[in-house]
């Protein structure tokens, strides 16, 4: 297996308060990467830093074997990053249809009928096919999450960065999300997954990472970390050394 | 009869204004720009269209073919390397930039082909006209209100079902979010503003036919123009042609009142409006 990200040392602060120390990690081809930590811990910060939309102060980052440290988001979005939000941002005056097709077409570079074929394939598999034609500004939150999901499926990623996607939610509606995800994952597509609902996480993903103050702090099988002493101070509170 | 002829009249003049009013509608509506630049680039195309005929010995209709392309094209550059460095979260910068644009176009203007009056000629189109129930309709307004109709028909077509015109909804939406996709906004937004020119030069083609113009003229057609996208509604085509239509009847039925009248009449409409419906007659309903 090869790495299909990598970050060397990524480091980005606002003033005094640093949301990426020094980060390094590299993720595998078809891995499946959850993403712990406390609120504040620099979780997002670390997705925009991949996506772009944040330049880093310093540090490289390579992606499918280049760098792409320079690139814009525009750009980074085309070789195949996709993301969703933890608050969802659909283009509210767009239907469904449409929010789809604006990946489909600009990301991932296909047009007419290719497109939409796509896209009706990804809705199918999201469960929105029947609101195809619904102004996105109008779904409930499920729906919108979604539709987070779709955007980020009809750009065909490489590698998807999910921020949240659970919270919020039913546990069945909680449960059919997580199935559709280990679907995705199965297709072959890395993931990088923040999530505060561990179980869900727990479900679907190979290896799980821990920041806090922007920092890796442990990484390795989830397991293990969950029961990692790191974690239990961060979560709990307890003095390790108490 | 008389006051059916000037309501009549009105309305084709308010095709011209919704010529005027549909480039600065579509740039508000994508960028959020306010173009002050807006009227004397319609001078500017007129001037354009006038250096056509006469070098290239054709008529001002046929000088389109020339004037569209190169006033798109002065859209695109203009936009990505001016316009895009001034658009933010402040509205400001973009306002003081196109005023100062506005003071640059005119002065070129001024000395490229000094103050005096100039007029397109446009041979028989100029005086035909025809008659329909007693009413004597010029030919050049008739074509000006079809031609305002099909550019609005196919600005809203475009908009609402082309890839382009997702894309220009998607980056007037959230930037950001569109940037994420895959939409280069700097690029989408220098389609747009090479979009509205083309269509200024629409505008500046017929206004030079159907009027004499000098350089000075910019201002005034900038106030028709956003007068009438008030009146529809910001972010409504159909409701800038709507708006235009207003502001032409409100001055034809101001000078059948009193010939001193007709331009404040139709400031005094658009006052009117804007005091009883802020918002526009006909407002986007967003979701």
Known sequence: MSAILKLDGVSKSFGAVTVADSLSYELQQGEALGVIGPNGAGKTSMFNLITGTLPSDSGRLVFAGQDVTRQSAATRSRSGIARSFQVPQPFSGLTVFENAMIAATQSAGLTGREAERLCLQILEQTELLSKANTLAGKLTLLDRKRLELTRALCAKPKLLLLDEIAGGLTEAECTSLVQTIKDIHASGVSIIWIEHVVHALLAVVDRLIVIDFGKLVAQGDPKTVMDSKEVQEIYLGIEADA | ???????????????????????????????????????????????????????????????????????????????????????????????????????????????????????????????????????????????????????????????????????????????????????????????????????????????????????????????????????????????????????????????????????????????????????????RVSG
């Open chain 2, 1 to 283: 009869m008389e006051w059916l002829n000037a309501v009549v009249q009105g309305t084709l003049l308010g095709g011209l204004y919704a010529l005027f009013a549909a480039g600065l509608s579509l740039i508000f509506g994508v960028m959020r720009l306010v173009n002050i630049a807006h009227g004397d680039l319609i001078v500017m195309a007129a001037y354009l269209g006038l250096t056509a005929t006469v070098v290239l010995g054709i008529h001002p209709l046929v000088a389109l073919i020339v004037v569209i392309p190169a006033m798109a094209g002065i859209g695109y550059v203009l936009q990505r390397g001016i316009l895009n460095r001034t658009l933010g979260d402040d509205l400001l910068p973009p306002l003081l930039v196109t005023f100062g644009l506005s003071v640059i176009i005119q002065n070129a203007l001024l000395e490229g082909y000094t103050a005096d009056p100039q007029k397109m000629n446009a041979g028989a189109l100029e005086t035909a006209s025809l008659s329909v129930g007693g009413l004597s309709l010029g030919i050049l307004p008739v074509l000006t209100f079809a031609v305002a109709v099909a550019v609005i028909a196919g600005l809203q077509w475009m908009f609402y079902h082309t890839a382009l015109g997702r894309a220009f909804r998607a980056v007037s939406d959230n930037q950001d979010i569109a940037q994420l996709m895959g939409l280069n906004k700097r690029h989408i937004f220098g389609l747009a503003m090479a979009l509205a020119l083309a269509v200024t030069a629409i505008a500046g083609i017929f206004l030079g036919i159907r009027t004499s113009f000098d350089p000075s003229i910019g201002g005034g057609r900038l106030i028709f123009g956003f007068e009438a996208v008030i009146i529809g509604g910001l972010g409504n085509l159909w409701g800038t042609l709507a708006g235009g239509v207003i502001l032409g009847v409100a001055q034809t039925v101001g000078a059948k009142i009193d010939p001193g009248w007709q331009v404040l009449s139709g400031h005094i409409a658009f006052l009117l409006i804007l005091a009883v419906r802020p918002q526009g007659l006909f407002p």
